[in-house]
């Protein structure tokens, strides 16, 4: 994979989604994780597009996660327009979570999660079946070329052109660590496995300077501005969940760089989901991302699509069941706008 960066200019004391403005190029995935959150944030996305979830006391029961943390992540869901906050009808006070098109858009980065924890962890999980459209059969998803259809992998995809945010600007940014200890106790699903690797934003980061190339130590934190211990603890993280290898590239003294596995390259998906929608909804006419498809030579355009039928897919056409004859579909069939 051959990668041109365009570096940006260091930008001290950058606070907040609001000053995003057109001096600041725009970095499509750090921009979709600064706008979206860490796994509790997919989480609460899964249960309104799967299940069709609105109400605050319904996600913090079904999701059990502390009131403060749902608080604040549909806080930040909703300033960054992918929930709608208004006051249910009929329901005096009481508050629904609706989501946008924005927010439904965010569905392929969770249907690729979602793929990607079943091919890797599908025994461990219990088993979730995506329906796709009349007549019902099973929705596998995968992100093709919209030039040539074909399923799109990392070893494909050339980087011509990319923003990518400074160190200054990540590592100024306020932490945000999803607690992935409790995430690795809550009730397995596939999308749960998936968000062990890149639920938070270091891991996540970290990933997708591999599929930018970047091996060695000094190298990551060069790029992300990230404190060396933070750092350590993320590497052998994804490293002991085998995403990542960790092998000496020298000897005296003993120096190590780290590469991802076949399990790690297959993740490419998520982050290119995650770029698509960055560039789609953060950055109109601004964007600053070209990459080409290999195989056709062409701009690479990913489409989320149906791996069992071969036709495009969205939210509005996916139901989920946990019954494999598939009547029970809720979210998606119904729910999407
Ligand atoms: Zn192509
Ligand atoms: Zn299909």
Redesign the pocket.
């Known amino acids: 994979m051959q990668v041109f960066i365009c570096r940006q200019p260091r930008t001290r004391g950058y606070r907040g989604m609001t000053s995003m403005t057109s001096e600041v190029p725009h970095d499509p995935i750090f921009g979709a994780m600064e706008a979206v959150g860490d796994a509790w944030s997919w989480m609460i996305l899964q249960e309104a597009m799967f299940h069709g979830t609105t109400r605050f006391n319904d996600f913090q029961q079904r999701l059990g996660i502390a009131r403060k943390v749902l608080a604040n992540r549909l806080d930040i869901l909703t300033r960054s327009e992918l929930f709608d906050r208004r006051a249910l009808k009929g329901g005096g006070a009481t508050l629904e979570y609706v989501l946008t098109a924005r927010g439904w858009d965010f569905f392929p980065c969770l249907a690729v999660a979602m793929r990607w924890g079943e091919r890797w962890f599908g025994e461990a999980a219990p088993p979730v079946h995506a329906l796709?459209?009349e007549p019902q059969?099973p929705?596998r998803a995968v992100l093709c070329c919209a030039h040539c259809a074909k399923p799109i992998q990392a070893h494909d995809v050339s980087v011509v052109s990319m923003h990518r945010a400074s160190s200054a600007l990540i590592g100024a940014k306020r932490q945000r660590t999803p607690d992935l200890d409790l995430l690795d106790q809550s009730a397995a699903n596939p999308m749960v496995s998936t968000l062990r690797f890149v639920g938070d934003r270091w891991s996540a980061l970290v990933i997708r300077e591999c599929f930018l190339g970047t091996r060695r130590f000094g190298e990551f934190a060069e790029h992300l501005g990230i404190a060396p211990n933070i750092l350590t603890s993320r590497l052998d993280r994804l490293v002991t969940l085998g995403a990542l290898v960790k092998r000496p590239y020298q000897t005296n003294p003993i120096r190590y760089e780290y590469r991802l596995t076949e399990m790690g390259f297959d993740l490419y998906a998520v982050p290119l989901a995650m770029l698509t929608w960055g560039e789609r909804w953060l950055s109109p006419g601004r964007q600053g991302t070209h990459l080409r498809h290999n195989p056709c030579g062409r701009p690479l355009v990913a489409i989320l699509t149906?791996e069992?039928?071969g036709?495009p897919?969205t939210g509005a056409d996916v139901a989920y069941s946990t019954d494999p004859a598939g009547t029970v579909g809720t979210g998606g069939v119904t729910g999407a706008q």
Do not use: L, N
Request: glycine share 0%; proline share 0%.
């Open positions: 796709h459209r059969h929705f149906c069992t039928c036709e897919a």
